[in-house]
């Protein structure tokens, strides 16, 4: 016996009350600075703007727009510090794979970029405890619950919002030069795509089944190349920028020299998958009818 397709309105708030209640399900690890809790918490926070906005083609509300104001400045500030700790990680890493055991390196290349982390942290949990921050966390509660739609097929409407997500993506990749800044808006428009594609599959597996998991999977692909391209161009900068300081300070520089170079490396392989990988976006996108 045919099931009952739920209502593209139903999928809708399903969609953003989910995406709602991890934001908050997360906040307090992040917080807390648990292990990865401001990682996961941020990723959340920009998982819920990603489909609020993707939505915003179906259903326009000023309450979607009011949230996602909202959102933008904590994710902003989310995102400071969980650069400074990705940046740490990844010199750490880089330090290990090369065999370098230099305590000026350490110090310049993750100590203090442990530090910045946790000074960034502190803002965070101040921030938390604003009247701003409050008022965020009253829309995050009350997001979806008033978006409207008409009667149009579940199926029919995030097909075709996939399609348009997607075709976002193609056109990014047309205009992109290679610049980091052309590149980022290959990864946004990525990472939208991904979010969008794994919440419909999330709200309903039998919707649209395989196809949106392929475009979410392709998207992904996608998204996770350009973040790892361009996570490995800033610790090849910032690896330059410190060797300058370290031979002013008279200590060695070759450790800086070593991790610049396997960051780009690095970089360059990721950004060589990127066009087979953007073929796949299309290809998944195609199925989608």
Avoid: C
């Avoid at 973040?227 to 610790?235: E, N, Y």
């Amino acid at each position: 016996m045919p099931r009952d397709i739920p209502s593209a309105q139903t999928i809708a708030r399903r969609i953003v009350q989910t995406a709602s209640a991890d934001v908050e399900s997360t906040e307090a690890a992040a917080l807390a600075d648990a292990p990865d809790g401001l990682h996961e918490h941020r990723t959340v926070v920009r998982r819920l703007r990603s489909v609020t906005t993707a939505l915003r083609r179906i259903s326009p509300t000023a309450q979607t727009r009011e949230l996602n104001a909202a959102l933008k400045s904590w994710g902003q500030l989310l995102g400071e510090a969980r650069d400074a700790e990705v940046r740490a990680q990844r010199a750490e890493d880089a330090l290990s794979e090369r065999g370098i055991d230099d305590a000026d390196a350490r110090r310049r290349l993750v100590g203090d970029e442990r530090a910045a982390y946790r000074h960034v942290h502190d803002r965070v949990v101040a921030a938390h405890a604003t009247e701003e921050s409050r008022a965020r966390t009253q829309l995050v509660r009350e997001a979806g619950l008033r978006l409207e739609l008409d009667d149009a097929k579940a199926k029919k409407v995030f097909r075709r919002l996939l399609r348009k997500e997607a075709d976002r993506v193609s056109r990014a990749a047309r205009r992109s030069d290679g610049s980091m800044e052309r590149l980022h808006d290959v990864r946004k428009a990525a990472r939208r795509l991904r979010y969008l594609a794994e919440a419909v599959d999330r709200a309903d597996p039998e919707l649209l089944g395989g196809d949106a998991r392929r475009v979410g999977r392709s998207a992904k692909r996608v998204h996770k190349l350009l973040g790892d391209h361009r996570d490995d161009i800033l610790l090849a900068e910032r690896a330059t920028a410190l060797h300058r300081r370290a031979f002013t300070a008279q200590e060695d520089t070759r450790p800086y020299d070593a991790v610049a170079a396997l960051a780009a490396e690095r970089a360059e392989a990721h950004l060589r998958d990127v066009p087979k990988a953007l073929k796949k976006v299309k290809k998944a996108a195609k199925r989608l009818g």
